[in-house]
Each structure stands twice: as structure tokens, then as C-alpha cells.
T-cell receptor
Framework: AQSVAQPEDQVNVAEGNPLTVKCTYSVSGNPYLFWYVQYPNRGLQFLLKYITGDNLVKGSYGFEAEFNKSQTSFHLKKPSALVSDSALYFCAVRDWAASGGSYIPTFGRGTSLIVHP | EAQVTQNPRYLITVTGKKLTVTCSQNMNHEYMSWYRQDPGLGLRQIYYSMNVEVTDKGDVPEGYKVSRKEKRNFPLILESPSPNQTSLYFC????????????FGPGTRLLVL
């Protein structure tokens, strides 16, 4: 089984400060990990993903995420937040070892990021 | 332009009146799925399809049906809608050839009275 948790419903940060949106996961095999962003009244857009290789993954709009296998985490980070980063962020996981079942990822509940001017 | 389209974007209906939400993708993706998004619950998977004529239940399939007769289309059918199906619905597609990155449609906001 695969599951993902986003422990914070909302994250508040001042513009120009670094931001972190947390994600932890559970899989029986190796994970495929994704971050998506949803702007108001829009569908979800892909930000970045980890499948294998370097633990630090860089994505769109200056975001990055670090895969930490020992802590089963995949936190999203950005060195300097912008007001325009305010949106809903979703972490998703797919168990690479999934067999006979879904190859579709499971999504977290989402974290609302609010960047204050 | 690579995209996933959904229709209608907004729909108000009454309890028990059958409806279909269409979803189409032009990227030749094998995988397609339907999600519903509700406040506080995030994105929950309704049904998914691994390829033509291959569909399976997700986490919340009750009250929904799907079909995959063509690779590009994956309609969501509500045979007898109820108020608890009022939600925001998203269709998505992906491919193992593309690292399974999902492409989402713009969403369909459904209100069942």
C-alpha cells in the first residue's frame, strides 16, 4: 500500500524568506514522488518529481525538493518566496513495486501556502 | 498543444438525473484517472484506467462509472447523482514513457441539488 501525509494544512511565510512544505510517505517498495501546485480556479500543474538518482531534485519556478529515504520525506523548498507562490501544494507518491494494481499515485490532502508581502 | 480537456466545466443538476463528464487527452497517454477534490480531504481517486478496456476502482468509486473504449477518452458517469457527489472533479493522464508525470484537466465543478 502507498500513502502520503502533508502534516500542515497551511504554511505562512513572508516574501523573500525561505519556505518549506512538508511531505512524508509510506510505500512497501521504492517510491516515485511528485509535487504539484494548484493555483486558484485552476487544475493541478506538475512541479517536480523524484524517481531515482540525486536526492535533491530541482523543478519549476525555483522550487526544489529533497528525497530523504531514512526519514521517508520529500519536503518542498524554495530559497526565497514570492507572493505569486501562494497556492495549494500537493505531494503524491507511487510505489515502484506496485504490482497487479494501481500505477496511479496517491495524493496528500494538500498544503495551502500563503506568502505575505 | 498537449492538453487534457473536460466538459462541462460547471454543472448544476438535480438528484437522480444521470450525467456524464467527458475527458479527453491528446498525448497518447496510456494511463487516465478521475479524482474528486473536497475541502479538507484533498484529492481522492475515483477510478483509473491503465489502457483501453482496462479500468479499476480507486479509493472512492461508489456512485460512479467509467469506460475506456478509446485511448484518448475517459468519461465519468454518474447514473443517479446525489448531493454528496457535489465536488470538484479532475481528470488526469500520464504515461510510463513520460516518467508518469500527470497532466490534469481544468476541472469540473458539480453541484447536485
Amino acid at each position: 500500500a502507498q500513502s502520503v501525509a502533508q502534516p500542515e494544512d497551511q504554511v505562512n511565510v513572508a516574501e523573500g524568506n525561505p519556505l518549506t512544505v512538508k511531505c512524508t510517505y509510506s510505500v512497501s517498495g521504492n517510491p516515485y514522488l511528485f509535487w504539484y501546485v494548484q493555483y486558484p480556479n485552476r487544475g493541478l500543474q506538475f512541479l517536480l518529481k523524484y524517481i531515482t538518482g540525486d536526492n535533491l531534485v530541482k523543478g519549476s519556478y525555483g522550487f526544489e525538493a529533497e528525497f530523504n529515504k531514512s526519514q521517508t520525506s520529500f519536503h518542498l523548498k524554495k530559497p526565497s518566496a514570492l507572493v505569486s507562490d501562494s497556492a495549494l501544494y500537493f505531494c503524491a507518491v507511487r510505489d515502484w513495486a506496485a504490482s497487479g494494481g494501481s500505477y496511479i499515485p496517491t495524493f496528500g490532502r494538500g498544503t495551502s501556502l500563503i506568502v505575505h508581502p | 498543444e498537449a492538453q487534457v480537456t473536460q466538459n462541462p466545466r460547471y454543472l448544476i443538476t438535480v438528484t437522480g438525473k444521470k450525467l456524464t463528464v467527458t475527458c479527453s487527452q491528446n498525448m497518447n497517454h496510456e494511463y487516465m484517472s478521475w479524482y474528486r477534490q473536497d475541502p479538507g480531504l484533498g484529492l481522492r481517486q475515483i477510478y483509473y484506467s491503465m489502457n483501453v478496456e482496462v479500468t479499476d476502482k480507486g479509493d472512492v468509486p461508489e456512485g460512479y462509472k467509467v469506460s475506456r473504449k478509446e485511448k484518448r477518452n475517459f468519461p465519468l458517469i454518474l447514473e443517479s447523482p446525489s448531493p454528496n457527489q457535489t465536488s470538484l472533479y479532475f481528470c488526469a493522464s500520464s504515461s510510463p514513457r513520460g516518467g508518469e508525470t500527470q497532466y490534469f484537466g481544468p476541472g469540473t465543478r458539480l453541484l447536485v441539488l
